[in-house]
């Protein structure tokens, strides 16, 4: 896949709406970041959450005052059909239980967007729902594929919705070794969601989604 043009994003009126970063170099950036995450030795983890197929992690965030999670599973499906269910797309939307809306509000490339999504409320409401504006990028990595994301500092706001901010994140897709047609899919979150909350209810809210996540998409590619 190429690397992104570089410049901002400008309407289709030619309007310029954000002034955002060189789109090349926060792209190269965030992919070094997500193998850098994905390099780290077993022992810096602790186990958050374990259920039959997915496995969740965790260890302190070097970007904010909260936790880095790593994800981990196999899924039954190629990864090519994997990664178009989780990158930006109408795809997305139709399966993810947590997201409510999605919009791509700026191409740079084909596998190179901003876009922005909310999500619904979670623990009874105690997390009300999230907006957030990032910048996605979907890139080859080895025999696989990685899909990552960050956040922007996005200045149009919607009232009915607390920001949030999702640090350097992805996912990482491979052919399951000796079963190419199953892929093993780790994952990278660092979510905050700022607004009243206590962390230890973003946290137990993190795991369980993480979880879900996981039986969510894998009921969506044996529908498709």
């Known amino acids: 896949m190429a690397e992104p043009a570089s410049g901002r994003v400008w309407t289709s009126q030619g309007k310029q709406m954000e002034d955002l970063p060189d789109a090349a170099v926060l792209a190269t950036r965030l992919k070094n970041t997500l193998i850098q995450y994905h390099s ?15 496995t969740i992690w965790r260890k ?16 039954d499906d190629v990864i090519n059909s994997v990664i ?3 990158r930006p797309g109408p795809c997305r939307l139709d399966w993810d239980s947590l997201m409510t809306s999605l919009d791509i509000l700026e191409y740079f490339e084909e596998n190179c967007c901003v876009m922005r999504y ?10 009300s729902p999230r907006e957030f ?12 594929l990685l899909s990552c994301g960050i956040s922007l500092d996005w200045s149009e706001k919607r009232s009915e919705f607390v920001r949030g901010y999702n640090h350097p994140c992805g996912w990482f897709c491979v052919p399951l070794k000796d079963s190419p047609n199953r892929s093993l899919l780790t994952g990278y979150i660092q979510t905050d969601l700022r607004g009243m ?7 137990t809210a993190m795991a369980s989604t993480l979880i879900n996540f996981y039986g969510d998409l894998q009921k969506a590619l044996q529908k498709a």
């Open 84 to 86: 178009d269910h989780i």
């Open 60 to 75: 302190p965030s070097e970007e904010f005052n909260g936790y880095l999670f790593k994800a981990q599973g196999v899924i």
């Open 197 to 203: 909350i206590p962390q230890s209810a973003v946290d």
């Open 118 to 127: 909310t999500t619904a409320g979670q623990l009874w409401n105690i997390i």
């Open 40 to 54: 780290l030795e077993d022992d810096k983890w602790r186990v958050a959450k374990k259920m039959k197929d997915v």
């Open 133 to 144: 504006v990032d910048f996605s990028y979907t890139v080859d990595y080895k025999e696989g």
